[in-house]
């Protein structure tokens, strides 16, 4: 699917539709790249300002940061339609079939890699914000916290679409060792998220 390549009213009809993609993690794959372009236009609004001039090779190295987790939350768009596919044709499998399990556990933990991509990414993504945040021009870190909310609802997303392809899984070792590094990511970045979202609107107060 050229989902990259759709405009954002014909992206949004898609999910809105019984097409089978973008689907929760396709979305929560573009909602994590627009919270880290913030944080990137944060960047841009700070390098070349004589009152950031000490901060500007930093600026400069987290914007570099956030440009490759932008370009690969989108490429995650693509990859998650890519993996749903082989996996609603191992559901119309009969339930009889000999080969319909084996299928079914490779498209499960196929799938279950994306967004498990994605919360990797999106939790890398407010690292950068938080240091937007603390460093960037003070007339946009209203977008740094943006884009750190941004970036926890990509991962809660994420996270709900790693659980659902683990609950089925025949390798329960493996379903398990996914869902607690789901539950780590969470845990670490929530109150993270929220530090970044609190503090810029206390500043703006």
């Not at 014909?10 to 089978?20: V, W």
């Amino acid at each position: 699917m050229e989902l990259l390549h759709t405009t954002i009213e014909k992206f949004t009809e898609l999910t809105a539709s019984k097409a089978p993609a973008p689907g929760g993690g396709g979305a929560s794959a573009l909602v994590g790249a627009e919270g880290i372009a913030l944080g990137d236009m944060v960047g841009e609004y700070t390098v070349g300002k004589k009152r950031y001039a000490d901060v500007e090779e930093e600026i400069k190295d987290l914007m570099a940061k956030a440009q490759d987790l932008r370009r690969k939350l989108l490429v995650c768009i693509e990859k998650d339609a890519e993996a749903f596919e082989p996996l609603s044709r191992a559901y119309a499998i009969p339930k009889d079939a000999p080969e319909r399990e084996t299928i079914m556990e490779e498209c499960l933990q196929q799938a279950a890699a994306v967004p498990m991509e994605i919360l990797e990414l999106c939790g890398a993504a407010i690292d950068l914000l938080k240091e937007f945040a603390e460093k960037g021009s003070v007339i946009v870190i209203s977008d740094a916290a943006c884009g750190a909310a941004f970036c926890m609802s990509a991962m809660n997303g994420a996270a709900v679409n790693v659980r659902v392809n683990t609950k089925p899984m025949q390798d329960r070792e493996y379903a398990e060792m996914l869902n607690t590094r789901v539950a780590e990511l969470l845990k670490h970045y929530a109150p993270i998220a929220s530090e970044i979202y609190n503090s810029v609107t206390e500043r703006i107060s």
